[in-house]
């Protein structure tokens, strides 16, 4: 566990020696000298990190804490039966079911009718225009 910490040791002492605009470290200093309760967090899970990686590797009880941290720590996933899932289902169905019905009746598809006269305009496509023949019944 300890060697987990090595590259961010290492990353910390590189950034350390790297050359940061000195606006943006002043910058960040006077943040966490704002907020001292922030920078007392980040020292106290740091040393409690160390401390619980050392004692893991000493004991080999690693496995345990994995395990304490997943059941104490982090939240578990929610259990749904396939009867809520199909419940649930059906609400959501219903809901957007609703919405499009309330949509399309706010539409105008039905409420405004166009009549759309089409006329034969030959000239636009540089033909002359021609009388339309019309049909004579023998």
């Known amino acids: 566990m300890i ?14 020696d790297a050359q940061v605009e000195p606006s943006k470290l002043d910058q960040a200093l006077e943040f966490m000298n704002g907020n001292p309760y922030l920078g007392w967090g980040i020292a106290i899970f740091a040393v409690l990190a160390m401390a619980t990686a050392a004692i893991a590797n000493l004991t080999g009880n690693l496995d345990k804490i994995i395990e304490f941290i997943k059941k104490h720590l982090l939240p578990g996933k929610a259990k749904i039966t396939d009867e809520q899932r199909q419940q649930l289902l059906k609400q959501l169905n219903n809901v957007v079911l609703k919405e499009v019905s309330d949509h ?8 405004i009718q166009m009549d759309l006269e089409c006329k034969l ?5 540089g033909r002359p225009n021609t009388p339309q023949q019309s049909k004579s019944s023998s």
């Open 3 to 16: 060697r987990a910490f090595v590259p961010w040791l290492w990353l910390l002492a590189a950034s350390a």
């Open 104 to 111: 399309l009746n706010k539409s105008l598809h039905h409420r």
């Open 121 to 125: 305009q030959m000239q636009r496509v």
